[in-house]
């Protein structure tokens, strides 16, 4: 290795075969020291003896995610999406750099700057896809946004609509007759989710046990035993009775899915279903606008104003911890501060009697 010195570090150049084109080419090394030039040689020579060491590519980001979007296996929707991120957010900030030029301190600028946007998700799905198959492609050594994200929007708090036990009671009075009553009753009398109701088989229900077993859920955490009630187990019961009754009329025509609630013919229900007809009920009545979702809000609340603990609620919801259920209801919680004040001093003062006072006159 023959080192040059030129303005206070050595540099050199090692030749090697381009794995992808079959030519010899250079590659300058330089470091500020023979010692450190040597090591950095080294290890290129080493990554070029495994199959390790990439050309940087020149081609820019730009032209390169076009690609990517070309190649990549993705749902039309998906890469409308996409490209409409490229276009807008991504090729203006970091289009002209060089693919192989590309460092993390880039991307997670860009991801710095649309953290706080609705497409902070997209930028960093089309960044990581794009990369990896860079990698997979031979253009790069490494995904340099492996390891990098945008980070949590900040978004405030939404407050649920809830409704008050009065007004649950007059919508159910109104659906008593209605054909999804039953899967009206068991959202409010339950907080299932409408997803996890619309998916709810037979083969999942206890009605002995008063008890179902939510299989199908957003989350692991939603995977659950939900207990039931006396006055649910006899709506359910009354339902599968009156759902043999129409699978019997139908015969042939009954598309067995053994699913709690069903369209009429065995088939599963849309949400959309459900959500138009709650709404027409929720105007003809004059309560204020609800959605399926309102139940799971006013059965959570209801408990949570009746004293059961937070954890109980949880559990019942299917949320992940108890914080994420005082997160979204702790706004429904009475909390009398001069109340806590004085129950923690006379719970204190109860102990220790007297003495308080003593302390109090030294």
Known sequence: MKAERRS??????????????????????????????????????AALASGGYTEPAKIPLASYLTHYLDTADLAPR?????????????????????????????IQELYNRVRETSYAQQVQAVISGALTLAVREGLLARN????????????SPKTPTIWTPEELTTFLTAVRHHWLFPLFWTLAYTGLRLSEALALRWDDVSLDMARLFVQVSKSQAGRRRVALDRSTVAVLAEHQAEQARRRAALGSAWQEHG???????????????VQAAMARYVRRLGLPPATPHTLRHTHATVLL??????????????????????DVYAHVLPVNEREVAERFAQRLNGKQGDQNVTMGLK
């Open 305 to 326: 104003l009746d004293g059961v603990p937070p954890h109980v609620v949880q559990h019942r919801l299917g949320h992940a911890s108890s914080r994420t259920t005082l």
């Open 144 to 155: 340099v946004a492996e390891g990098l994200t945008p980070g949590r929007r900040e978004r």
């Open 259 to 273: 699913l709690v609630f069903d369209r009429g013919d065995g088939r599963p229900i849309a949400p959309r279903t």
């Open 78 to 106: 998906t890469r409308a999406a996409y490209a409409l991120v490229v276009r807008r957010l991504i090729a203006p900030q970091l289009g002209q750099v060089p693919l192989g030029k590309l460092t993390g301190w880039h």
């Open 8 to 45: 206070g570090s050595y540099s050199t150049r090692v030749s090697y075969i381009d794995p992808r084109t079959g030519k010899r080419r250079q590659k300058r090394v330089t470091a500020k020291t023979k010692r450190e030039l040597e090591a950095k040689v080294a290890q290129l020579k």
